[in-house]
């Protein structure tokens, strides 16, 4: 497979692209027709050999999730999540506009190998544009056959039905998306049960990322080895990185799980103006920031969360987070949005504009979260913006620490480990804040330019 | 004034979705879709229109209600004919999305979530819009012209005026956006 093999983003800017019949002259259905009249477990068995992980946030493996339905399960739904909304985040959005049939053949596979019946797509409200080009492809798939009942003439019948969110970043966590599908508040669920026991209507449902389910008419056409192959270790297949910041030519990019931060800043043609880098988040806002000499590692799921030359992430200088038992944590490959910060970023300011965003979205199920989110902000907000005050930094650090591990959902995870890590990583920065304070705060400090 | 009544787009759109749902679970999962259609309908959600969504969906009001104030697209009040959403989460933010926003504000003479006493447009600073490589990125929506929201991506300081004077002068500068 050559060096610069594209599976999903072959032709992103084609604008015929995202037609039924251009996409069959790619190749395009030919996968899902053949599935439709394939066993059920021989989809699974090649899912399961691809080492295909989860592109939504958790990086899990797509077949052993799909290996928790029931086997005796009558009815089994399948959520595709369009939601994406983590800040930094911006490649679903590039399938959806430009390569929308390939996510429905993806599903059509999924379903085939989940006995779904019923499958829906969670899009995210904002995305108006996004949604009408999904809503078009779909209605074309009707048109022709490959959706409703006796799909490609076989007996396999599937409905897909798009729901639109209305904005609430919270929806992007799956059981407060299935909250929301269902009708109501997007409130997240305890787990377990997990979704894949107990999801949709109380049924088991299969919540998938919108690139993940994407790659699946690839995986059947040259089999799950060859995607295994084309990765590295436990990880298969190419990833879809979007890249913000300070890179001369920021963008998705669809690459290799080998390649490292170094790496991505020269595809992205350098740094702008040949500035420095400082920080790099590599999977949304939610994970650890990595620094200059941390970007020889590969940005892949595992290495990201187990290489040494990551630092781990520490409650005070010299005492290792613990992420629960035992375990210390570097950083995770996230959702692949990659945040690059140039020297001269303010990484106090960066820091307190995450926070603001995790306070604004905690959906207040959890008293930690709700309130420790709110309090994190502004106490950052006041460092970053020169009204430090003695122990602030301190107090960071112990309101992340009372946040993390003690919520209903990782919303609350999200918003204490990039705090931890930038405490860790950059503690001078704020340390010289504190200690430079001016005392008089001024109002309405909350609009101040960065 | 005649009481407010679905429209017959959102009553064949709930009727064409409704067996896509299991049996007595169609009403409220319907309520997102329906709240959303209905608001671009009237301008903005209020107790009377919830009334009617409830009341067609057969769920209770404090349902939907409780829907309508969870989630930020649902306006209590109307906005303006035109709303302006200016992302200034991280991606825009290193972009200079902040110097964008205040350019924004001293030139309508609004604050945040404010609208021009002329009613024509609504300032809003939003979350990532998922452009976050093509910053900073603004939304503009208009109402009544559901084809209309369109991202405005690599916004500086001429680029945004011009847009402010398009608006004033009654349109969308869809050149611009994409
Ligand atoms: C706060 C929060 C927000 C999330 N937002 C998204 C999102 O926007 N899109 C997404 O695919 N997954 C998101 N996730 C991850 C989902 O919960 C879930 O793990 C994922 O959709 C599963 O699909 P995958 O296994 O294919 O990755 C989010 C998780 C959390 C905790
Ligand atoms: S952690 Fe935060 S967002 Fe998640 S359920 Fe609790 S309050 Fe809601
Ligand atoms: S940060 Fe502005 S679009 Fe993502």
């Given at each position: 497979m050559g060096e610069n093999l594209k599976i999903i983003s072959q032709h992103f800017d084609d604008p015929q692209a995202r037609h039924l019949d251009h996409y069959e002259t790619h190749g395009g259905y030919r996968m899902a027709r053949k599935s439709s009249s394939m066993a059920p477990g021989d989809i699974h068995g090649e899912v399961k050999a691809s080492n295909l992980r989860g592109r939504g946030g958790a990086g899990f493996p797509t077949g052993v999730k799909w290996g928790f339905v029931p086997k005796d399960a009558e009815t089994v739904y399948l959520v595709v999540n369009a939601d994406e909304s983590e800040p930094g985040t911006f490649k679903d959005r590039h399938i959806l506009f430009w390569n929308p049939h390939m996510l429905l053949e993806g599903m059509i596979i999924a379903a085939r190998s989940l006995g779904v019946r019923n499958a829906y797509i969670y899009i995210r409200g904002e995305m108006q544009r996004e949604f009408r080009v999904l809503q078009d492809a779909v209605d074309q798939a009707y048109a022709k056959g490959y959706l409703g009942e006796g799909i490609f003439g076989s007996d396999f019948d599937l409905d897909i039905t798009i729901c639109r969110g209305l904005g609430a970043y919270i929806c992007g966590e799956e059981t407060a998306l299935l909250s929301s599908l269902e009708g109501g508040r997007g409130w997240p669920r305890l787990k377990p049960p997990f979704p894949a026991v107990k999801?949709?209507?109380g049924q088991p449902t299969i919540v998938n990322n919108v690139e993940t389910i994407a790659n699946l008419p690839w995986i059947l056409e040259h089999g799950g080895q060859a995607f295994a192959d084309l990765g590295v270790g436990r990880s298969g297949g190419l990833r879809l990185v979007s890249v913000c910041g300070h890179v001369n030519n920021p963008g998705v990019y669809e690459l290799p799980l080998t390649v490292t931060g170094n790496d991505l800043i020269e595809m992205c043609g350098g740094m702008r103006e040949g500035k420095a880098v400082k920080g790099i988040i590599p999977g949304g806002v939610s994970m650890p920031v990595l620094t200059a000499d941390e970007l020889d590692v590969p940005f892949e799921f595992d290495a990201l969360q187990n290489d040494e030359r990551i630092r781990e992430v520490e409650t005070a200088p010299g005492v290792k987070f613990d992420l629960g038992g035992g375990r210390t944590l570097r950083t995770m490959a996230g959702s692949g949005g990659v945040v690059v910060m140039d020297e001269t970023t303010d990484i106090t300011k960066a820091a307190w504009r995450i926070l603001h965003f995790f306070a604004d979205e905690s959906c207040g199920q959890c008293t930690p979260c709700r309130e420790g989110t709110g309090w994190l902000a502004s106490v950052a907000h006041r460092v970053a913006f020169g009204h430090g005050r003695a122990g602030d930094v301190e107090l960071m650090a112990s309101i992340a620490d009372g946040i993390a591990g003690n919520t209903i959902c990782a919303l609350g995870d999200a918003a204490a480990w990039p705090t931890l890590a930038f405490l860790t990583k950059f503690r001078g920065e704020f340390e010289d804040k504190v200690k430079n304070s001016h005392d008089a705060a001024p109002a309405g400090a909350a609009g101040g330019a960065p | 004034m005649t009481a407010k009544q679905l429209t017959p787009e959102i009553e064949a759109w709930i009727e064409q979705r409704w067996s896509r749902f299991p049996e007595g679970a169609a009403g409220k999962a319907l309520t997102l879709g329906v709240l959303y259609q209905a608001q671009e309908t009237f301008g903005h959600v209020d107790t009377e229109v919830i009334d009617i969504v409830a009341d067609r969906l057969g769920v209770t009001a404090a349902h939907v209600r409780g829907v309508a104030t969870f989630y930020t697209m649902i306006n209590a009040r109307d906005v303006g004919r035109y709303h302006l959403q200016v992302c200034t989460n991280i991606g825009c933010m290193l972009d200079g999305a902040y110097e964008l926003f205040d350019r924004c504000k001293a030139r309508l003479g609004v604050q945040n979530k404010g609208t021009t006493a002329d009613g024509n447009v609504t300032l809003s600073e939003v979350e990532c819009l998922a452009a976050c490589g093509y910053g900073p990125v603004a939304q503009i929506a208009e109402r009544g012209?559901?084809?209309?929201p369109l991202y405005f991506e690599h916004l500086d300081e001429k680029k945004i005026d011009a847009i402010l004077d398009a608006l004033e002068a009654g349109n969308v500068p869809t050149e611009l956006g994409r």
């Open positions: 999801g949709l209507w | 012209k559901p084809e209309i």
